[in-house]
């Protein structure tokens, strides 16, 4: 099957996901100011160890084959491994991203000893300056210092997870660097504007120029970089980068929350695009199959706004949650449109338009009023 017949395919749903994300939990002991889901605080109403091993059973009879792992920072559930072993032991294989916080010596030589399991550690800068502004001061640090564990337990070629940003975007060949010499994996994903990430993504986003510069590096390296087809806005530009390129929201990829809500994908956690909860009659099964805002979504798309653009079929009209957080409309261009069309729309969006994240679990900022000195 083409590339080409097999997105179309893909278009139109599948009977499973194939890229299911499940965010474990909201709890963080990190806040990045471009976090997707807003996590610092666990949310009370997180689904027990019971209810997730009864979503596995379920992913299990649907034949889903592995999970993305999230959070918040997962392993701060005391029932981490517990999830993750049941997981593993009906045959669905786990990949979890992390800070590295809580992945010791011991820990990772535990998590070595683990078949079908994969492990994404986030870094934003290859340099602690760049990354600690992003994700908080010591969190590079302790993420290099988990990959060195990882590295001395023979855990195997791991993978280092990067949010690309206008302060890193001359960094890409250091971070391949820094993959290759654990003989790990570099990925490299799309800033959103969702979560926190719609207050920052303003002053965090790449410029048009640092575009083309993704482009060319990503066109350069992508056949050993994975992207979770993050930038396929990009193909706008010419020769279309490796992957599916397509926006799967709905169709072959969702999102379950800690408090098990289904939401089109990790980007748009907004009631708009709520499909369900596993909670309902009929579970996760009947929101993926039923659900009416995923049998829409899987529907013919028109071109919208793009239609008089030569580019529509090279782009797909760009990332959904690009456009919604940004106060564009669905049927509209990206806002990082390559061509220019998103810019000028954007500066049209009066302030305030743009639809705001469901929830946000910030931890509150609190202050420490210092004694006075003794005089």
Excluded at 182 to 188: D, I, K, N, S
Aim: with cysteine.
């Amino acid at each position: 099957m083409s590339a080409e017949s097999l997105v179309s395919q893909m278009k139109f749903g599948l009977d499973a996901p194939i890229c299911l994300t499940w965010e474990l939990t909201y709890a963080c002991n990190l806040q990045c100011i471009h976090c997707l889901s807003s996590s610092g605080q666990r949310d009370s109403r997180e689904l027990s160890t019971a209810e997730a091993k009864k979503v596995l059973d379920e992913l299990r009879d649907l034949q889903v084959f592995y999970i993305n792992i999230g959070g918040g920072e997962p392993m701060i559930r005391r029932d981490f491994f517990d999830i993750v072993e049941y997981s593993i032991s009906n045959r669905i294989g786990v990949k979890f991203s992390t800070n590295g916080a809580f992945i010791d010596r011991a820990r990772a030589q535990q998590l070595a000893a683990m078949d079908y399991l994969d492990i994404q550690l986030s870094i934003d800068g290859v340099d602690a300056a760049t990354n600690d502004a992003v994700r908080g001061e010591g969190s590079y640090a302790m993420a290099r210092r988990a990959m060195d564990n990882l590295a001395e337990a023979g855990f195997g070629p791991f993978k280092i997870s990067v949010v690309v940003t206008r302060h890193n975007v001359d960094q890409l060949d250091g971070f391949k660097a820094i993959a290759d010499s654990y003989g790990a994996q570099l990925r490299v994903t799309r800033l959103r504007p969702s979560g926190r990430g719609a207050d920052s993504w303003h002053n965090l986003h790449p410029t048009n120029d640092q575009q083309m510069q993704i482009y060319k590096w990503l066109l350069a390296n992508g056949e050993n970089v994975l992207t979770g087809d993050s930038f396929f806005h990009l193909n706008a530009l010419g020769e279309p980068l490796p992957g599916l390129n397509m926006c799967g929201a709905g169709r072959v990829v969702c999102l379950i929350d800690p408090i098990g809500d289904v939401y089109a994908c990790p980007f748009v956690i907004h009631d708009q695009f709520k499909a369900g909860s596993v909670r309902d009659e009929g579970g996760f099964a009947k929101v993926w199959k039923q659900s009416d805002l995923f049998l829409s979504l899987r529907e013919p798309e028109s071109a919208g706004a793009c239609s008089s653009c030569g580019n529509y079929d090279a782009c797909q009209g760009g990332c959904m949650a690009a456009k919604f957080f940004t106060g564009l409309p669905l049927d509209g261009p990206d806002p990082e449109c390559v061509t220019g069309y998103g810019a000028s729309q954007l500066a049209n969006v009066p302030v305030g338009i743009a639809p705001k994240p469901a929830m946000d679990h910030t931890k509150p900022i609190t202050f420490t009023r210092k004694k006075p000195a003794s005089v």
